[in-house]
């Protein structure tokens, strides 16, 4: 199943795709948050992409409650799946960010362009929670479980 992943944030989002074995998560590019030509951007990208399932980062504290912006990303991705017609899951994103920073770090990016590269990468960190959540479950590709 081809998965697209997002990060979502108040000015920027950032994306990441699965490969459909769901062995891969990829980062694919930070786009500006526009609202609704944000949403129309995805609806064109999803079906040029064969998208299969959406997985939206859901702000977390620490403790597992939700955070001030939980609520936008939840709005955000259910909005895009009635949209585009896909499966919505939303994912715990805390620490994807921080996650996502060592990962560049530790690849040798110059933090100059870390900084362009962060909300991609932090959306591929959630995509692949999500991939190994799924493989632990026994859940196939073909499957949405």
Do not use: Y
């Amino acid at each position: 199943m081809r998965w697209l992943s997002i990060d979502h944030g108040t000015k920027k989002i950032g994306l990441a795709f699965s490969d459909e074995l769901e062995i891969l998560a990829s980062p694919f590019a930070v786009w500006p948050q526009e609202g609704e030509a944000t949403l129309v951007r995805l609806v064109k990208l999803c079906k040029e992409e064969g998208v299969q399932a959406l997985a939206v980062g859901l702000p977390r504290h620490k403790d597992g409650a939700e955070s001030e912006t939980a609520p936008a990303a939840r709005a955000f991705g259910e909005a895009l799946a009635e949209r585009t017609g896909l499966p919505l899951r939303l994912v715990n994103e805390h620490l994807s960010s921080a996650e996502a920073e060592r990962l560049l770090r530790e690849r040798g990016v110059k933090p100059e362009k870390r900084k362009a590269l962060l909300d991609a990468a932090a959306a591929a960190v959630i995509l692949a929670e999500l991939l190994e959540d799924r493989r632990a479950k026994g859940i196939l590709a073909e499957e949405l479980g």
